[in-house]
């Protein structure tokens, strides 16, 4: 089994507009790291397959592989987390698993995204709220862009995901690093119903 980023694509389901300015700031870091700060690191058979457990959802494999001594907050060369994985894809349960078992929540990777972040970019309803009752950070920004959860959602339409972010206190007037706010990239994107919930939000739980 080759390295994780290599097994995976795990890039954030952006909409048009992110992913323009995301390619344009991948090609700057290329260009302005050192070779050496590049070089991958090496999992261990019991690290690489928590990742790819936790990134197929298998809650089974997670908890055998974590009763065995692998542990929680291994990351693979871009500092994604076992959690982060599990949180890309919507796997509630293995997520909550991994936080019993001692994942830490605000947690970020090599551009500053947090496990939160990852779940907001997909149709996972039930991931986010469950990481917004374990306390994870609803207004952290991402150290590349600026991208906050709220702006994810919207740039994506998550409609049920944005209505769940507002009412845990997210914050519609942040901006990126360019100025956006997650209205702007709802806009930008078409996505009415979110554009709605942005200029009329619900109360905050």
């Given at each position: 089994m080759g390295q994780m980023f290599h097994t995976f694509d795990f890039d954030l389901r952006y909409g048009e507009a992110m992913k323009r300015r995301i390619t344009l700031i991948a090609l700057l870091l290329t260009l302005c790291v050192p070779l050496a700060a590049q070089t991958p690191v090496q999992l261990t058979p019991e690290e690489q397959a928590l990742m790819e457990a936790a990134y197929m959802g298998n809650l089974d494999e997670v908890r055998r592989l974590v009763l065995d001594g692998t542990p929680?907050?291994?990351?693979d060369p871009e500092g994604r987390s076992p959690f982060m994985f599990a949180a890309f894809n919507g796997h509630a349960a293995v997520a909550e698993?991994?936080?019993?078992?001692?994942?830490?929540?605000?947690?970020k990777?090599?551009?500053?995204?947090?496990?939160?972040?990852?779940a907001s970019s997909g149709p996972f309803a039930e991931t986010v709220g469950l990481l917004l009752?374990?306390?994870?950070?609803?207004?952290?920004?991402?150290?590349?862009?600026?991208?906050?959860?709220?702006?994810?959602?919207?740039?994506?339409?998550?409609?049920?995901?944005?209505?769940?972010?507002?009412?845990?206190g997210a914050d519609r007037e942040i901006k990126d690093k360019d100025g956006d706010t997650a209205l702007s990239f709802a806009q930008q994107n078409g996505h009415t119903e979110v554009v709605e919930l942005l200029e009329n939000p619900p109360d905050r739980e």
């Open positions: 929680v907050d291994v990351t698993y991994l936080l019993d078992a001692g994942a830490e929540i605000d947690t990777d090599s551009s500053g995204r947090t496990a939160l972040m990852y009752k374990r306390g994870a950070e609803v207004n952290i920004q991402g150290t590349l862009e600026g991208f906050t959860p709220l702006m994810t959602a919207a740039a994506e339409g998550l409609a049920d995901v944005v209505r769940l972010l507002l009412g845990a």
